[in-house]
């Protein structure tokens, strides 16, 4: 049974930072690209950041550019993201998300597992 647990959300203020984390368990963790997605209340699930499966390649959302960095454990079966400068726009529940030999599409389609998410509040 595959599962993905992500752990590290809460409160931070505006300027913070913060450090998800997203345990695989149940799959080949080295062969699936991972990816973070995010949901704000009343608005639509959206990509934020996904890693290739040989960790050689990383995607951004235009609006995490520069900010946030997500990175790769294969031997910890966990991938990261860690978020600096943190707005109250990225308030959210963020969910990792896996691809199996995946190109690192920011379309939820493609992913096959999903976390449960954890929610990230950032206040003003």
């Known amino acids: 049974q595959v599962q993905l647990v992500e752990s590290g959300g809460g409160l931070v203020q505006a300027g913070g930072s913060l450090r998800l984390s997203c345990a695989a368990s149940?799959?080949?963790?080295?062969?699936?690209?991972m990816a973070w997605f995010r949901q704000a209340p009343g608005k639509e699930r959206e990509f934020v950041t996904a890693i290739r499966w040989t960790g050689d390649r990383t995607y951004y959302a235009d609006f995490v550019k520069g900010r946030f960095t997500i990175s790769r454990d294969n031997a910890k079966n966990t991938v990261y993201l860690r978020m600096n400068s943190l707005k109250p726009e990225d308030t959210a529940v963020y969910y990792c998300?896996?691809?199996?030999w995946g190109h690192g599409s920011s379309e939820d389609y493609y992913y096959e597992y999903w976390g449960q998410g954890t929610q990230v509040t950032v206040s003003s």
């Open positions: 149940g799959l080949t963790f080295s062969t699936y690209t």
């Open positions: 998300a896996a691809d199996n």
